[in-house]
């Protein structure tokens, strides 16, 4: 990740960064906010919450003390008040793993990444597997905690394209609990949109499994499941927690990631994630 000119870390690939080490997701959310852009990421020399649009881009490197909406406009982009919030948790928060996404999918990569919190909810694992190999962060009602997110602005086509690499989601309408540094998200905004899991959370004895490593994902699920898996792939039960060793054949085995989702629900290792009272969103906007 780029700030303030320095060398890019990305150089240009495919959606490689999980396909390669799916062990290594959700690699690193960006902890400041600032404009992704295909060469970089230029941070923020503060927000203005009244419009966001007036928001200054940090000195050094080419846009350098202007603000966003003059910079969006000289690069023919959609302006703010055309884009659509998305709260983003897992990859989609690393500025590296947006960029491919958006450059896979044939969207410019240029868009405002600003940091908010979510009241009353905490982060878990989803009770499934990723195409990818992996097991996603995903959002749970947890009252009473708060849940630092990021919230990229995205045009139509951009919102569209990272919401199709999803499976089995639901995207919701998070206004209502939704600040953003400090200020609450409002309406005339745009309605905050949040992917939320079809398949419930990951759970032991009832409780969600809060999120961190792979690994303890993988320890987490029911000695059933890594009895399967072991079964299925032909590596040992203690390897079946070692994310190296099995995410490439999860990755590989789509009947089996069917099993794993479908023997965590049907042995209460799944939960749902308690978000089902915040209204769908309708439809995508259509890309453009």
Not at 26 to 35: D, E, H, I, K, S
Not at 102 to 112: D, F, I, K, Q
Not at 133 to 149: C, F, K
Request: net charge positive.
């Amino acid at each position: 990740m780029t700030v303030h000119g320095q060398a890019p870390l990305w150089k240009g690939r495919g959606m490689t960064l999980l396909e390669d080490s799916p062990w290594n997701y959700p690699g690193r959310a960006t902890t400041v906010p600032g404009l992704l852009t295909r060469d970089g990421f230029r941070t923020f020399a503060g927000i203005d919450t009244d419009d966001v649009a007036r928001t200054r881009l940090s000195q050094g490197g080419p846009f350098g003390g202007r603000t966003l909406a003059d910079v969006l406009a000289e690069q023919r982009r959609t302006p703010v008040t055309g884009r659509f919030p998305l709260v983003l948790v897992g990859a989609d928060a690393d500025p590296d793993r947006l960029r491919e996404k958006l450059v896979a999918a044939g969207r410019e990569p240029v868009v405002p990444m600003l940091l908010g919190v979510l009241d009353g909810c905490a982060s878990a694992f989803v009770a499934g597997v990723h195409p990818l190999g992996y097991v996603p962060e995903a959002v749970r009602r947890a009252p009473g905690e708060r849940l630092g997110v990021v919230v990229a602005l995205l045009s139509r086509g951009q919102l569209a394209a990272v919401v199709a690499t999803k499976v089995r989601v639901t995207v919701r309408d998070a206004t209502g609990m939704l600040t953003v540094h400090g200020a609450p998200w409002q309406d005339r905004r745009g309605a905050a949109r949040l992917y939320d899991t079809d398949a419930g959370v990951l759970a032991r004895d009832g409780v969600p499994v809060g999120f961190g490593a792979q690994s303890d994902a993988l320890a987490a699920w029911p000695v059933e499941v890594r009895e399967l898996v072991s079964r299925e792939t032909g590596l040992g039960l203690h390897q079946v927690t070692v994310p190296r060793s099995v995410m490439p054949r999860l990755a590989a085995d789509p009947a089996l990631r069917f099993q794993v989702r479908v023997l965590l629900r049907d042995l209460g290792a799944s939960v749902p994630s308690g978000l089902d009272d915040l209204r769908p969103t309708v439809g995508l906007p259509v890309s453009s």
